[in-house]
């Protein structure tokens, strides 16, 4: 998934009168929305609303862990030919759209949508976010790119070999090798049913239009400030989970098994970038949710992890969750100077102290990373460990083996933070001292969220934190961040390009979980830290506060329509 995962994110929930039907839930993001367009966004930011309003043939089991999958607009897992080449999908009916002037009245979703929204990701006007995920993988579907080019009618017009609408609600892929993945994809905003009409009203654009089937349709966008969402009210997709796993069961989450959803009449998201506010609101109860940063784990949190007794005597609770986040320190291949040179990068390894890095951001919440896999995918070893530590003797050693001996001759390297809140210059600046001890200058750049996006995109970093929150459990999400097919644009923003790693890619993508895809993934990895296009820094862990009224929350660092089952629950 998307290069980033968000280091704060709190719910709002204003709870109606006594004569209201209704209550509101407020969202609080740390930074603006990039797009609301399912085919590009690719952030834990635009997910939020996103996933609220577009919905895919598929989903994770809400209260279930190991994470499974469940039919969402699907009617069922898919028929799946003997060779594994062949996918047949059967649509649920009578699942509208929201109204929307793009649209005639009613309009249901049929089996060419999902084809319309598949063209779109390779569509090159489109610039789609998702490529990757079906490029190279289905018959025709990259001759059809490269015939169709940027012309919208060859797009109508011209057919995809492995792309076939049986009738209006079943639709068919036919791929060129075995995706064990593609269940996986397939429960992503990438390959949310788009109409027609609706391409052809927008010209293609939906940044800032929607046209979802999802629990919430939206009523006002402005990317810099709020998106307001409004209960749907055909909305049948699914239904409140009637099984869980042991977690849902001891925490009561299975109480409203069966129920219609959503529960919420409106919800509203609103770009607040600095977490004091959060914090403060939340104090006050009028903050019902909140993901603690390291600002405040020091006021909610004993030593051990565990919650004070002054919040819990607020009513205050705590979920402890591991996630599928990790970072790390992430440097432009391509660039002239750091991408270049490995002693340079080397020198830097050694120079960053990951254990204070974690301490002071995290309050020691945070796992150190010994993997360039996280826990909590088949063939993580905690055994693991990387090829450098914090030594700044070593890392002298290395910056005069870089040909710039004391940082002489070095240019000022150029560190861009993701952000502009309080903790990412702190962050930053944490960097820029480390790597002054040992002679080299950084010049830290500050630039609004959709702006380093653009960045990253562009290949114009040169050395920043990289991070991602993996679309699914599996290890062939990790290490197709590292493929020369996906440079950037694509999400190998580090632009590393190592053609054995990409033959030793081909065959991993293809194998369904065994010991002998984990030794190939140990290959893998001991191929990029050899080449260190990163630096390891470390796996998160969530710890997120919340009042009692709020119920049915569980929390999930890869699940993200997640507010329709939610609700408020007043005393």
């Not at 028929?79 to 009578?94: E, G, V």
């Not at 991993?508 to 002998?516: F, G, V």
Request: a positive charge.
């Amino acid at each position: 998934m998307k290069l980033i995962a968000l280091l704060a994110l709190s719910l709002v929930f204003s709870c109606a009168k006594k004569d209201s039907n209704s209550d509101r839930l407020e969202i609080s993001l740390p930074q603006e929305i990039s797009t609301i367009d399912p085919a590009n966004c690719y952030d834990t930011v635009c997910y939020m609303p996103v996933t609220q309003v577009y919905e895919s043939l598929y989903e994770f089991e809400y209260l279930k862990r190991p994470y499974s999958i469940r039919p969402l607009l699907a009617e069922s897992l898919p028929t799946i030919s003997k060779d594994r080449l062949t996918y047949t999908f059967k649509i649920k009916p009578n699942i509208k759209y929201h109204e929307s002037k793009t649209l005639p009245a009613g309009r249901t979703v049929k089996a060419q949508d999902f084809v319309n929204q598949i063209k779109r990701l390779a569509f090159l006007p489109t610039r789609s976010q998702g490529w990757w995920l079906f490029d190279g993988r289905i018959k025709g579907l990259n001759e059809w790119r490269s015939i169709v080019g940027t012309n919208l009618e060859k797009f109508y017009t011209t057919p995809v070999e492995g792309l076939e609408v049986i009738d209006e609600l079943t639709f068919v892929i036919k791929l060129k090798e075995p995706y064990p993945q593609l269940q996986f994809a397939l429960t992503m905003n990438f390959s949310s049913p788009i109409p027609e009409e609706a391409i052809k009203a927008l010209n293609n654009d939906f940044s800032q239009v929607s046209v979802g089937t999802g629990a919430y349709y939206i009523t006002r966008y402005n990317q810099s400030q709020e998106v307001i969402l409004k209960k749907n009210p055909h909305y049948i997709s699914s239904i409140y989970p009637n099984e869980g796993d042991e977690f849902a069961k001891q925490n009561n989450l299975l109480q409203d098994a069966g129920s219609k959803l959503p529960f919420m009449e409106d919800v509203r998201f609103v770009v607040i970038k600095e977490a004091q506010t959060d914090w403060l609101n939340f104090l006050k109860k009028k903050i019902t949710m909140i993901n603690l940063t390291k600002d405040h784990y020091q006021l909610a949190l004993n030593f051990d992890g565990s919650l004070r007794d002054e919040m819990k005597k607020d009513d205050i609770k705590l979920q402890a969750s591991p996630t599928l986040i990790y970072w790390w320190l992430a440097f432009n291949m391509k660039d002239p100077i750091v991408g270049k040179n490995k002693n340079l990068r080397l020198a830097i390894a050694h120079a960053v102290n990951i254990d204070k890095y974690i301490e002071l951001f995290t309050h020691n919440v945070a796992q150190k990373a010994n993997s360039i896999y996280p826990p909590g995918i088949p063939g993580y070893s905690a055994k693991v460990k990387t090829p450098y530590s914090y030594n700044v003797e070593k890392a002298k050693e290395y910056l005069k083996l870089a040909g710039y001996p004391g940082g002489k001759g070095l240019p000022e390297l150029r560190y861009d933070v993701r952000g502009t809140n309080t903790i990412r210059r702190q962050m930053g600046e944490f960097i820029q001292n480390e790597l002054r001890e040992i002679g080299i200058k950084v010049q830290i750049n500050i630039s609004s969220f959709p702006a380093f996006l653009e960045k990253s995109r562009k290949g114009e970093l040169q050395f920043w934190q990289g991070g991602w929150v993996l679309d699914y459990p599996d290890s062939e999400n990790v290490l197709q961040l590292l493929t020369t097919a996906n440079l950037a644009p694509g999400p190998n923003t580090s632009n590393y390009s190592n053609p054995k790693f990409d033959k030793l890619f081909a065959k991993l993508r293809l194998m369904d979980d065994s010991e002998k895809k984990h030794k190939l993934m140990s290959e893998m990895e001991t191929m990029v830290n050899n080449d260190l296009p990163w630096v390891m820094q470390y796996y998160s862990r969530n710890y997120i506060l919340y009042h009692d009224q709020l119920k049915n929350f569980r929390y999930s660092d890869i699940i993200y329509n997640t507010l329709k089952y939610l609700k408020i629950q007043t005393k």
